[in-house]
């Protein structure tokens, strides 16, 4: 699935984006954009720049700009393609971007970490992009004992990993992990480097290139391990008080119309992500896109399992690995809780 991760825990401040279509556009290296934090007292649209990796689950944000959502509401948006998940606090502090496409639990060690951000909405979550692959004999998860596992501890993998093995019958110290990204992860698996592995597409459906090769798990089986959140940079949000609402109610709309005219909406995020449009079909096929009545149920902070609980759950995860120092997450959630 995403290009997820590792912000802080490679301890990085730098920005290095890569643009991407011809709606996307290269973040600054490290250079705050100012044009972007400053409101015209003309009439003119608002600049506002909304990052993520290439992934299907962040692409109808290219529908909302192509049908002209964010224009009537004032802004003028654009997707900045960022494939160093790395840097996104820093492009936060240094207000680059203004909006966010990530997976939840790195939002939440980087508002641990001090970015200025808040939860908008959630944008998707991973409903079979993700997995876990193994060899033939291994049948169970409890087969992994012994076993050798490549995946990236720096990112949610590492998470939905664990969520697995809580319930096994075995614990992460009766199995040799060997640490890698999760492309190199699902490479080396197929290859026959390692006999398991944490990875998203392609790889996830080409593991039966390795004889044996099958999907032991998947996201499918675990749908709020991995969900990916639209955030809003808050010191922008201060600036522009409609920013957040405006992101919501254009990422709703996007996902409506992707619903309805699913065909055009794909060939819409293809181009806006410079990939085949078979490709974002077969990555949709591995997502939920939450559209505006599941973010209400979701973001409906009285109901059990809500969209806190599970970032409380993830926060006290990363603050038990010792990648966060707080596991307070009031803040993050500012937005909804108003």
């Known amino acids: 699935m995403k290009k997820l991760l590792a912000l802080l825990l490679a301890g990085a401040l730098t920005l290095s984006c890569i643009g991407c279509g011809s709606q996307a556009a290269t973040a600054n290296n490290g250079e705050a954009d100012e044009s972007a934090s400053q409101t015209s ?25 192509e049908k002209g959502y964010f224009e009537e509401a004032g802004y003028d948006a654009e997707v900045v393609i960022m494939e160093d998940e790395s840097t996104y606090g820093a492009a936060f502090v ?23 951000e808040q939860y908008v909405c959630t944008m998707d979550c991973s409903t079979g992009g993700d997995g876990l692959v193994a060899t033939a004999e291994i049948q169970t998860v409890d087969d992994l004992a012994g076993k050798t596992v490549a995946l990236d501890k720096s990112a949610t993998s590492y998470f939905f990993f664990l969520q697995v093995l809580s319930d096994s019958n075995i614990t992460e110290d009766q199995i ?5 990204g999760n492309d190199a992860a699902g490479e080396a698996f197929i290859a026959g ?40 940079n808050s010191n922008f949000l201060e600036e522009h008080p409609d920013a957040a609402d405006v992101l919501n109610d254009c990422w709703n709309k996007a996902v409506a119309y992707l619903n309805e005219n699913f065909d055009e909406g794909c060939e819409i995020m293809a181009k806006g992500l410079s990939l085949d ?7 949709c096929a591995g997502i939920t896109f939450y559209d505006e009545a599941m973010n209400k149920e979701f973001n409906d902070l009285s109901k059990e399992g809500n969209i806190k ?17 707080s596991s307070n997450v009031n803040g993050f959630f500012a937005y909804i809780e108003k």
């Open 41 to 65: 007292d003309s009439g003119e649209l608002i600049p506002m720049k909304i990052a993520f990796c290439t992934w299907a689950g962040y692409a109808p944000v290219f529908i909302a700009i």
């Open 94 to 116: 240094s207000n680059s971007i203004q909006a966010l496409g990530q997976v939840m639990d790195r939002d939440i060690i980087q508002f641990d970490a001090g970015a200025p």
């Open 176 to 180: 040799n992990i060997v640490e890698m």
């Open 193 to 232: 480097n390692v006999d398991a592995a944490v990875t998203w597409e392609p790889a996830l459906s080409n593991c039966g290139e390795r004889e044996g090769g099958h999907i032991l798990v998947s996201s499918a089986d675990y749908p709020k391990a991995i969900i990916d959140v639209l955030t809003v």
């Open 277 to 283: 449009k078979q490709d974002v079909i077969d990555e």
């Open 309 to 325: 609980e599970i970032a409380q759950m993830a926060a006290d995860f990363w603050v038990e690995k010792g990648y966060m120092e």
